[in-house]
């Protein structure tokens, strides 16, 4: 099976697209606006971008109208957002937040989500969430799609301060994945969690290479 996505629909009933870039992490990003009401939504489409100093992207597509997502307004306005490890216990509250909610209502609400205060970011923190990112707001780059719902904003931001709880930290000083349980994303409807993970070093890398993979800086 081949087929040209820009001129054809897929043979297959369902898309294959996003059930070939798998799997996602999500970046489940709260922010707030400039008059005060917050916004809690997961992207999927999040990814860091380098690490020396650590900087991130997530792309937000429009809403079917053309209207922009609160993510992106309130991260311009402000110059700030969060990212919340999305988690296995939390799994509903993410999906939840994923609801296009009229303006005004905060899906802290909506989810049952429990707050924590940032310290250098306007917008809260998820407080159950084993890990967070306060990002500075960098740049917006806008790419249009055939549609507008198709159309993007893709935001990049810098992370100015990391939050791990120590309880998910292990003795050697790593963080203790199978034990979290990270969302990540699929195709369709379907997600998965991180449950096993197993190392390999790339032979032959020195000390510089090395530290280049495991994303410590100099």
Same mark, same amino acid.
């Given at each position: 099976?081949?087929?040209?996505?820009?001129?054809?629909?897929?043979?297959?009933?369902?898309?294959?697209?996003?059930?070939?870039? #798998?799997?996602?992490?999500?970046?489940?990003?709260?922010?707030?606006?400039?008059?005060?009401?917050?916004?809690?939504?997961?992207? @999927?489409?999040?990814?860091?971008?380098?690490?020396?100093?650590?900087? #991130?992207?997530?792309?937000?597509?429009?809403?079917?109208?053309?209207?922009?997502?609160?993510?992106?307004?309130?991260?311009?306005?402000?110059?700030?957002?969060?990212?919340?490890?999305?988690?296995?216990?939390?799994?509903?509250?993410?999906?939840? @937040?994923?609801?296009?909610?009229?303006?005004?209502?905060?899906?802290?609400?909506?989810?049952?989500?429990?707050?924590?205060?940032?310290?250098?970011?306007?917008?809260?923190?998820?407080?159950? @969430?084993?890990?967070?990112?306060?990002?500075?707001?960098?740049?917006?780059?806008?790419?249009?799609?055939?549609?507008?719902?198709?159309?993007?904003?893709?935001?990049?931001?810098?992370?100015?301060?990391?939050?791990?709880?120590?309880? #998910?930290?292990?003795?050697?000083?790593?963080?203790?994945?199978?034990?979290?349980?990270?969302?990540?994303?699929?195709?369709?409807?379907?997600?998965?969690?991180?449950?096993?993970?197993?190392?390999?070093?790339?032979?032959?890398?020195?000390?510089?290479?090395?530290?280049?993979?495991?994303?410590?800086?100099?």
């Amino acid at each position: 099976m081949k087929y040209d996505p820009t001129r054809e629909k897929s043979p297959l009933p369902y898309s294959p697209f996003k059930s070939c870039t #798998v799997p996602r992490p999500i970046g489940w990003l709260s922010t707030i606006s400039s008059e005060g009401v917050e916004n809690l939504a997961p992207y @999927s489409q999040w990814q860091n971008l380098t690490f020396d100093p650590p900087m #991130v992207m997530f792309s937000a597509n429009h809403y079917p109208d053309g209207r922009r997502k609160d993510t992106v307004l309130n991260a311009e306005e402000t110059g700030w957002f969060v990212w919340n490890m999305a988690t296995w216990d939390l799994r509903e509250a993410v999906n939840i @937040s994923a609801m296009a909610l009229p303006a005004g209502e905060s899906e802290f609400e909506r989810a049952g989500v429990r707050r924590a205060s940032a310290d250098l970011a306007p917008a809260p923190m998820v407080a159950d @969430s084993p890990c967070h990112f306060e990002v500075r707001y960098l740049s917006t780059h806008r790419l249009p799609g055939n549609t507008p719902v198709g159309s993007i904003d893709i935001v990049f931001g810098r992370v100015e301060r990391i939050h791990v709880e120590d309880e #998910v930290v292990t003795p050697e000083g790593k963080l203790d994945i199978p034990r979290i349980r990270p969302l990540a994303r699929l195709g369709y409807y379907d997600y998965t969690t991180v449950t096993e993970t197993f190392e390999m070093r790339v032979p032959g890398a020195d000390e510089a290479a090395a530290m280049g993979l495991e994303g410590a800086p100099a």
